[in-house]
């Protein structure tokens, strides 16, 4: 496997543990799942503070309402395929990032 790869799939995995981390703990304190309802409550702070977090929750959230919309409304596999092929790409996004800003900080070699 090149370094290459190996990096993008680190990213990735990254990515998904960032997103499962974020929405279980918002879940923990906010005694409710995060959703993208979190964006409707209007031009409130809190929707505006909720963006940052969605960004990088969103690969969690995309996969949980998918798979449960594949179980319950037996939504058809191109729909569920395309769902995880975003919601992965958007992880090894968002971990890339993540590994950059650790760079930046001097946290990682």
């Not at 090149?2 to 990254?14: R, T, V, Y």
């Not at 918002?26 to 979190?38: D, K, N, S, T, V």
């Amino acid at each position: 496997m090149s370094p290459d790869a190996l990096n993008s799939l680190f990213a990735l995995c990254i990515g998904f543990a960032l997103a499962g981390a974020l929405a279980s703990g918002y879940q923990a304190l906010a005694l409710r799942p995060a959703g993208f309802g979190l964006l409707q409550e209007g031009a409130a702070p809190k929707a505006f503070a909720a963006v940052p977090f969605l960004v990088f929750a969103a690969p969690f959230i995309i996969m949980r309402n998918t798979l449960r919309g594949a179980r319950i409304e037996r939504r058809r596999f191109e729909f569920v395929m395309m769902a995880t092929v975003i919601a992965g790409f958007w992880s090894m996004m968002s971990g890339t990032f993540f590994l950059m800003t650790l760079r930046a900080a001097g946290l990682l070699a």
